[in-house]
């Protein structure tokens, strides 16, 4: 496994989830283990987790690159590509910056599901675990969409449960992502995403839609193309 944001090949791992949120989302123990992958396993040089990794991959594929996200962002033919990066998106955030188009809005100033911006404006727009916190994913997914140009693509990572079907948690006990000590009502879960995540993608008016693998389950990352 090599590290698509920075080319690295070494990996630390640290537990993430903890006993109140796995009995929440109702994990199983193979569950736990490739969530806690998802988020806890991170290159040592660039710290990105399997997310990020993952989301990296998505971004280079979609534009043909073969090469790293670092690499990218210094590659001429992307120097003015319009990127809007809904809320920060992990170790990418400070790698995304260096693109001169580049974006970044932030919760509560601004919401997923009514942007203050015109249409056709993006070319790509970035999120990653933001989703399962916006209170109807569809509109979420819509937004972006309006925001991009024709053959724009939303690029996402939210945490796939691959084994069941997404639910809402309305009407459930909350349930907060983040970390333990410092649960915060932005990161409370509003939707447990499943197998079907590409039916939000399609309800949302994209006309297709990609999944990218890094160490299946542990990290998948959605490519929404407009
Ligand atoms: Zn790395």
């Known amino acids: 496994m090599i590290c698509h944001v920075c080319g690295g090949d070494e990996f630390d791992y640290s537990e993430v989830l903890w006993d109140e949120l796995i009995a929440q989302w109702q994990l199983a123990e193979y569950e736990v283990d490739y969530i806690n992958r998802q988020q806890g396993e991170k290159c040592i040089h660039c710290l990105s987790n399997l997310r990020s990794i993952a989301l990296a991959k ?3 594929s979609a534009y043909g690159v ?3 996200l ?3 962002v210094t ?3 992307f120097e003015s590509l319009r990127v809007l990066e809904v809320n920060h998106a992990g170790t990418l955030s400070p790698v995304l910056e260096k693109l001169r188009s580049h974006r970044l809005i932030t919760y509560p100033e601004h919401d997923m599901m009514n942007l203050d911006m015109d249409n056709d404006s993006y070319e790509l727009v970035i999120h990653s675990d933001t989703l399962e916190h916006v209170e109807n994913p569809v ?3 819509s937004e972006c969409n309006r925001v991009l140009v ?3 693509r939303c690029i996402f990572t939210v945490p ?3 084994d069941r079907l997404s639910r809402s948690r309305a009407g459930l006990a909350d349930s907060y992502h983040g970390k333990e000590d410092m649960l915060n009502h932005d990161y409370k879960v509003n ?3 499943g197998m079907d995540i590409w039916k939000y993608v399609l309800k949302a008016g994209f006309s297709e839609v990609n999944i990218h693998c890094i160490a299946y389950p542990a990290a998948l990352a959605i490519e929404a193309k407009k």
Request: proline content about 4%; overall charge negative.
């Open 150 to 152: 024709s053959g724009g």
């Open 66 to 68: 073969d090469g790293t």
């Open 191 to 193: 939707t447990e995403f």
């Open 75 to 77: 590659m001429p033919q």
């Open 160 to 162: 796939i449960i691959v």
């Open 139 to 141: 509109i979420g997914l």
């Open 58 to 60: 998505a971004i280079l």
């Open 70 to 72: 670092y690499q990218f």
